[in-house]
């Protein structure tokens, strides 16, 4: 007898719109267990959009309390702390939609993540690709990528993601 898993997905309800998300847990589990638990909580609620490069990627995660400022308030991971990469060589930032952690460089993943908004393969072994946009990239993430930013690259308009919707949660028990 096969077993056949579901694809686990979430989606994420922005101000701007949906983006369906399917999280590769079978490859990258302790990451994927991080991202599903913390939207699980409610964690990503309100958290802000606060980093966007038009060509690049758009930055979310930081919690939104009790500072949206994700210098001040990096965010945290459910392992207490920063946590190890996962870089697997058969996931690669590759193309529009794919998404991964945010860092400062090795082992430093938290609960911040971006979404690419084309291939960025400068970012392969450097950062855990996690998932991928399968709804949403052509309306969701156009919206995202076209949103006017300061010279830091911070949106003008605060767009944030409202709540998540977990599918097919295989962590959950």
């Known amino acids: 007898m096969s077993v056949t898993l579901t694809p686990t997905s979430v989606k994420l309800h922005t101000d701007l719109g949906d983006l369906k998300i399917e999280v590769f847990c079978e490859s ?7 991202f599903l638990a913390l939207c699980a909580s409610s964690y990503y609620d309100a958290s802000p959009f606060h980093r ?12 939104a309390k009790p ?33 991964s952690m945010a860092n400062k460089g090795p082992n430093t993943n938290n609960s911040q993540f971006f979404l690419c908004y084309g291939p960025a393969p ?5 950062n855990t690709v996690f998932g991928k946009v399968i709804e949403g990239a052509d309306s969701t993430l156009d919206a995202l990528e076209s949103l006017d930013v300061d010279s830091k690259n911070r949106p003008k308009e605060k767009v944030s993601i409202q709540s998540v919707t977990i599918h097919a949660n295989p962590l959950a028990g």
Not at 53 to 58: A, D, E, G, L
């Open 67 to 99: 500072s949206a400022d994700p210098k001040r308030n990096p965010g945290v991971s459910i392992f207490g702390g920063q946590f190890e990469d996962e870089i697997n060589p058969a996931l690669k930032h590759n193309a529009r939609g794919i998404v």
């Open 52 to 63: 966007n490069i038009p060509n690049f990627m758009v930055q979310t995660g930081a919690p």
């Open 122 to 126: 400068h970012l392969d072994g450097k």
């Open 28 to 34: 990258v589990p302790k990451t994927a267990e991080n």
